[in-house]
Structure formats: C-alpha cells, structure tokens
C-alpha cells in the first residue's frame, strides 16, 4: 500500500518539466505557475503514506504504558528501544529474516526462470494448439485462490516431505507463475523475430538463443516480475504458516503474528518489529526506484 | 556476449540453490540422542512464562528436549490435517478444540497422575463441549473465572456496596449515575465483549445453561417456539435485563469504543464497573499499575443464592493420538501438573487451578470470585457454547445496538435447527 501512492506522486513531480522543455508550453509565460489544486491532492495522498508511517515509527520508540494510552500520534517521550529489543528475541528476528529472505529470494529466481521459460516456449510455437491450450492452462490458475485449495495441498505437501520453507517456495512460484506468464508473452511478442532467426542463423542453438539473446532481452520484464514475487513472498502469512509445520523454519510475518490478540495489545513490541520487517523492502525500494517505476508500467504499455 | 560470461551466473543460481537446500535439510536435523517432542502453547500473554519453564524442563533431564510452539491455533489443525499434529499442546478449550476430540484425533490421558487430581467437578465443562468414548481426550490446565470488574476505589468513594441481587445492582448503579460517575464502561464496537461480558453474565446468571443446552441438543431440529427449550422463550427475561443496564447505565459512546480504548477508560477511572475476564487486568495495569479493582458476579435475581461466576477453561493439555512421542509427552504433561508449576502458572495469569490439591491464595483482584469457584456456583457462557457457525456474537451485538430481541432469538432458533438438521 504505501509504495503506489508515494510512486504516483514521485511519478507526477518528476514527469512535470518534461512538457516544460518539450515545447508544449505556451510561449509568452516564463512564471512556472503553481497547480495549487493539484499540489493540495498530492499532498494529502502524500499525507495517507506518511502518516501511518510516523505512528509506525513513533510507536515502536514508546514504551509499553504510552503505547496504549490512546494518543497514537503523540511524540515519544521518553524514548524506548525495548519494543526492538523484545521484538527481536520473541520472533527470533535473525533466523525468521533469514528464513524470509530465503523464501523470497527462491521464489523470485524461481518465478523469473520458470515463467520466462514457460513463455518463451508458448509464444514460439503459439500456432500449436498444446502450448496455446497450456498458455491458458497457466492462466486459470489466477483464478484460484490458495486458500481455496489450501486443505489439499497441506495434506500434500506434507506427505512429500515439502512442508518447510522449500514447499512455500514451489507454491508461491506456482501461484506467482501465472500472472508472470502474461506479462512476460506480451514483451515477447514485441521482441522481433528477425533477431533470433539472426542468432540461429549465426548457429545458436535454442538454449544458447534463450540465455544469451532472449533472456537479456527479457531484463525489464524479469525485474517486473521480480518486485512483484518479492512483494508476494515476503508479505505473505497464510501460506508460509500453514504449509511450514516446524515453527523453527517460519517466516517473519508468521512469527509477527503472536503480538496481536483478542485480549491484549503489544503496539510498541509490534510496530518495532513491523518495522524491522519493513526495513528490506523500504530499503530495497529507494535503491531501485527507477527501475520499480519503469518496471510497473512496462506491463502497462506493452500489454 | 560470449558462452563464459552467463555461465557464471548459471553456476551461481545453482549454487544457490543448492545452498538452500542444505540449510533446509540441515534444518531438519535435530540433537542426537535426545527425543524431541513439539510443545503447542497459545496462550500469547504467557509464552515468557512458558518459555522459562520449558528451559527448565530440558535442563533437568537428558532424554527429552522441547520445543515450544507458540504459532497458533490455524497451525495446529493445518498440522492435524498433514498428519504431524504436536506432541502435547496446552491450547484454550473450545468448539474448536472439541472437534478433534469428538473424532478421536486426541490420545486417552485417564491413566496419568495428573488425571487423578483434577476437579471431578470440572468435567462436566469439558464434556459440555463434546467428548469421545471411554476417553479423557482432555485434562483441565488453567480455569478463568470471570465476573463484573469493579473499581473500588469509586464505589468507596461513593459509598457503595458490592450489590447481591438485582434491585441493589440497579440502586447502585443509580447512585452512580446521580453522581455523574458512568456505572459501567461498554466497548460494543468489539463484538466479541458484548457476547463474553454482558450476554453471557446477563444468561448466565438467570439460567442453568448446562441444562438448557442439553434440552437443546436433544430437541435438535425441532428447536423452536414448542419445544422444551429455546432461545426464544427462556432467553427473553434475561435479555430483558441486559437491555435495561445496557440502555441506561453505560457510557454514551459505547457503540464506537473497542476492548483497547475500555480497558484505557476504564484504568483513568472512568466508569465504576467493567463487564470483562480477568485478562482485561494485565491490560489496565499497562497504564495503572496501581488501581484497586476487585470483581463480583452479576447479580441477575433477588436471590444471593443464585450468584454465580463465569467460567471457560483457558487451557486444557491434550496429546494427540498420531504423536510419535506419547511417552515423553506424557513425562512432560506430569511436569506440567506437578502443584508448585501447576499454580504457578495459574498465579501469574490469574487463573484459577483446577486440581484438587490446589491452595487458594489468590490475587485480590479475583478473589471475589474465589468463593464461587470454590462451592461449584460457575456456569459457562451460553456464547461459547453456540458453535461457531452461528454468529452469535454478532447477534448479541445487534441486540444492545437496538436489534429486537425476539426477531433475533427466533432466528437463533432457526439457525440451531438448521445445523442440527446438518448434522
């Protein structure tokens, strides 16, 4: 949630001196005139992702007696560390992060290769009925839902012996495959065919014209579907917890859940740890902005 | 772009993966020699307390090694439908809970020392739920006994007596209201405390539910205006009443204020009676470590003789049927029951222990009820008795909210007889 709506605001301001430069604008005003309305509005979208972070912030340096005091956005005084502190030892934060980053990180290599694969192969051979039919096959699968099929496949994952981390990764990639699988046909079928006919031309074999010709091709859209399996596997709690049965190999967001109950209130244990569970993504966002940006509406154009 | 540049990658990729999958399987491997068994708690406020413990346990002795599982209810029945369920679980005893028991999943624990010791008493709050056979699926751990929170120091601050019968309820919360001081705090915006609090004391207190729910199940589909027992026709008094405190002496924004915000209220001394479970005090205590709160049943009739307490077993210790560790899961259950951890436990969540051997030496915040507990004078609320299908609290809700109480006992009735018809 918090990432859209500070991209459409990034997204407007940086885009506003394009027109400026590209002669659109009337001659005869040099004054760049302010879009008041238009500020008000970013503003206050500005105002929905700030606010919440401040009471993230805020809350997790209180102490347990002004957490739950009722006055969510007042300053902290004094400042507390121990929400971290106990945040850190209860969800064993070293060793969910771990198992977190492991999960994610599988899921999207797996989910980037799997779907290119998958689309490739569909898309080449889009006159054959099998590859049209899987194509669509691939696609149903958005249709359902996990919790949907979530009984049967607890009770096979655990008969395979696939109820640990690697379970969630071959499931998440599953549910993320379809999805993937639509953004990467439709950029592969803007891609020329003269230029692999080029490649074979050259000798190359299918393997070797996937690797080094259509995959580094693929770049923008992999890091489409990147963001988009990393979003999905690191904030996801349904199925890590029901598919993982050793609590020791669980998941941050998982683990996160013993804060909140129906009969007691932990704010700053629990905003101290959403916030050191936030930290990667945040942190990984603002290094790569750019590409998060030019990713997202690559889908949208070549769809 | 040469053959040798993306070859890196690839070997990388590879070598990734395999490294997860060595830290997986390595993951997997236990301690040698010692037996593990899974330990399910899910009680949250109490894992530090169950965690000490447990490092007790696994330093006193070297066959068994525990470990505590504190991931929750969903998990446990997602394990229960892989087939590895936990080794031993402490978990709260409900409907839930009552499903595994009525299919068997939960192993038979009547040979265990601990078994003997619990309240006899007690079992009819256990099989209230449901049972299997020839079974104690199921031994009482922690019992919550739960009644109006009085502040003390307004009620002496006003002059007033714990009331023991409905008119001096009413003149008290009268006297209240003359002072400006509002009798009792609501929070109706969280469902779940209208059910527990005001239905349940309000039910409870008027009603046998242990015979109106036999009479129900009995009745089954034929539940309705006719039959022998029905929402409809012995909830309606007790209902009455509630509606009368609940219309006239509780806080004005009482639609709109959730458990958080009463349990706040209430520790500023805003209210002089809080209608909650003694959970609600570690809560208060948060933000008034020091306040004289106290408890007394609610007092539904003129006679003192019918005052009775809520109880729901907090938690009950069970160990499943395909656990391949039942012995020592069984050494760890006998830990568990042994008096000084039993009470301890107890002491420190405000519980009450349901062992016959128990010393009563509680906390002055519950011991007003200990009196009822103790002679047998405790019900269980008729809201945790409705399966979970039923959208009872919702309805309860609709009730102080303005629902019409007949409308919404009929259909209750109906709801009731389409399940059994169901089953």
Known sequence: MTTPSTLTAEELHRTEPVPAGSGRRRPGIKVERVNWPGTIILVLCAVTVLLPLYVTVSMALKTQGQAVDGNAFSFPAPFSIDGFVQAWTLTNFPVGAAMSLLVTAGTVVATIVLAAFASYAIVRNWERRLFRYSFYYLLAAMFIPFPVVALPQIQMTGRLGLDNPLGVILLATMFQLSFSVLLFTAFLRSIPMELEESARIDGATTWQTFWQLIFPLLAPMSATVGIFAFLYAWNDFMMPSLIISDPALQTLPVRQNLFQTQFSNNYHVSFASYLMAMAPAIVAYLFTQRWVMAGVTQGAVKG | MSLKLTRTPRTAVLGLCLALLAGLLSGCTGDSGKETIRFTFSKREAIGFMTKLVADYNASQDSTEVILDT?????????????????????????????????????????????????????????????????????????????????????????????????????????????????????????????????????????????????????????????????????????????????????????????????????????????????????????????????????????????????????????????????????????????????????????????????????????????????????????????????????????????????????????????????
């Open chain 2, 71 to 423: 991931s929750g209810v969903d998990v446990v029945s997602a394990s229960f439908v892989r087939g590895n369920p936990p080794d031993i679980a402490l978990a709260n005893y409900n409907m839930e809970t009552a499903r595994f028991v009525q299919r068997g999943a939960l192993s038979d624990l009547s040979g265990t020392q601990a078994a003997t010791r619990v309240r006899k008493d007690l079992q009819p709050l256990m099989d209230q739920y449901g049972s299997y056979p020839d079974r104690t699926s199921a031994l009482p751990y922690s019992v919550m006994a739960s009644s109006v929170i009085y502040n003390k120091e307004i009620f002496a601050a006003h002059g007033i007596e714990v009331p023991e019968t409905w008119s001096e309820l009413l003149a008290a919360c009268d006297a209240l209201k003359a002072a400006g001081v509002t009798p009792f705090y609501a929070t109706w915006k969280d469902d779940w405390t209208v059910a527990q609090g005001w239905f349940d004391y309000s039910v409870g207190g008027q009603l046998d539910t242990l015979d109106f729910f036999d009479k129900l199940a009995e009745a089954g589909t034929d539940v309705g205006p006719d039959s022998p027992a029905s929402f409809q026709k012995d909830f309606e008094q007790p209902v009455e009443k509630m509606l009368k405190l609940a219309g006239t002496y509780v806080n004005k924004d009482a639609a709109s204020r959730g458990y958080g915000d009463g349990n706040l209220a209430f520790s500023q001394g805003k209210a002089a009676m809080y209608l909650q479970g003694p959970w609600a005090f570690s809560e208060i205590a948060k933000t008034a470590p020091d306040l004289q709160l106290g408890t007394f049943p609610l007092p539904m009739t003129e006679n003192p003789e019918d005052l009775r307490v809520r109880v729901n077993v907090d938690l009950a210790a069970w160990i499943p049927e395909e656990s391949k560790h039942k012995e020592a899961a069984r050494a760890f259950l006998e830990y568990l029951y042994q008096p000084e951890i039993i009470e301890a436990y107890n002491k420190s969540q405000l519980g009450f222990t349901p062992t016959t051997d128990a010393d009563a030496a509680p906390d002055p915040r519950i011991e007003g009820m200990v009196e009822y507990y103790d002679k047998g004078s405790v019900y269980q609320g008729p809201s945790v008795l409705v399966p979970r299908t039923i959208p009872i609290m919702n309805y309860t809700q609709a009730l102080v909210l303005g629902a019409d109480p007949a409308a919404t006992f009929r259909t209750l009735d109906a709801d009731w007889a389409r399940l059994a018809f169901r089953q």
